[in-house]
């Protein structure tokens, strides 16, 4: 099913998203202060994809695309956008690109995609529960 005019709309708060990911990764790194610990920024990749997982399976679903088909078609969007995101970062002062970055940005758009796509299918699965119910308990 192919977006219509009316389906569109959700689409914006991932673009959005998209756009403040992007801006994020891009800003130049600032010397001073304490060190970060090792590898606190791969935490920090993997709590900013998750929400754009989240966003894009609800994206999906109220777009009427299938659950399948919004897992396959994230997961080589976000392979594609993480490993160009991380590219593009070699050419920002103080920043280096990482393949590990790149990994821990997919793994987060994965769980959270997962945790909607579990969202989604539990509060199908207790309408169709409710509607059983309620035609088994008709008078």
């Not at 897992?71 to 976000?78: I, K």
């Not at 590990?100 to 169709?128: E, H, N, P, Q």
Request: glycine share 10%.
């Amino acid at each position: 099913m192919m977006p219509g005019p009316r389906n569109i709309s959700p689409w914006r708060s991932v673009a959005l998203y998209t756009v403040l990911i992007i801006i994020g990764t891009h800003l130049p790194y600032m010397q001073g202060g304490p060190p970060p610990p090792v590898n606190a920024d791969k935490i920090i990749h993997f709590i900013g994809y998750a929400p754009l997982g989240a966003l894009v399976f609800r994206a999906g679903k109220i777009s009427g695309y299938r659950p399948l088909a919004i897992t396959l078609l994230g997961m080589v969007a976000v392979v594609l956008f993480a490993s160009l995101d991380e590219y593009t970062q070699g050419f920002v002062p103080g920043r280096n690109p990482s393949v590990l970055d790149a990994l821990a940005d997919i793994t987060g758009f994965a769980i959270g995609l997962f945790v909607m796509a579990m969202k989604y299918t539990l509060r199908g699965s207790k309408t169709a529960d409710n509607s059983d119910t309620e035609i088994h308990n008709a008078p």
